[in-house]
Nanobody
Framework: QVQLVESGGGLVQAGGSLRLSCAAS????????MRWYRQAPGKERELVAT???????DYEDSVKGRFTISRDNAKNTAYLQMNSLKPEDTAVYYC??????????????WGQGTQVTVSS
């Protein structure tokens, strides 16, 4: 069984930094795209950043230049480095990954979420 576990959330002042981690474990053949989403209270979940298995990245406009997504394929882990944090970045952050358990079978997996709170 495949699991995604996020870590690294917390409380930080505006202008500060946090680094989130998302570790995949279990029976993994290959991981394609890995993504970070976030959901603020009363709002829909939104895509924040994507990284392909080849290392190509994409970002939501409001985080461009402040957030950096990366991955360590040997560790089946993705990271989200968040700098210059703003109160509007406050949300639960979720990791998502498209994981193959064999060459033919793949499924989207979600982590449990990690809270990020930015105080003004």
């Amino acid at each position: 069984q495949v699991q995604l576990v996020e870590s690294g959330g917390g409380l930080v002042q505006a202008g500060g930094s946090l680094r989130l981690s998302c570790a995949a474990s279990g029976s993994i053949y290959k991981i394609n795209d890995m993504r970070w989403y976030r959901q603020a209270p009363g709002k829909e979940r939104e895509l924040v950043a994507t990284i392909t298995d080849g290392g190509n990245t994409d970002y939501e406009d409001s985080v461009k230049g402040r957030f950096t997504i990366s991955r360590d394929n040997a560790k089946n882990t993705a990271y989200l480095q968040m700098n210059s944090l703003k109160p509007e970045d406050t949300a639960v952050y979720y990791c998502n990954a498209l994981i193959f358990i064999n060459p033919l079978m793949r499924r989207q997996h979600w982590g449990q979420g990690t809270q990020v709170t930015v105080s003004s």
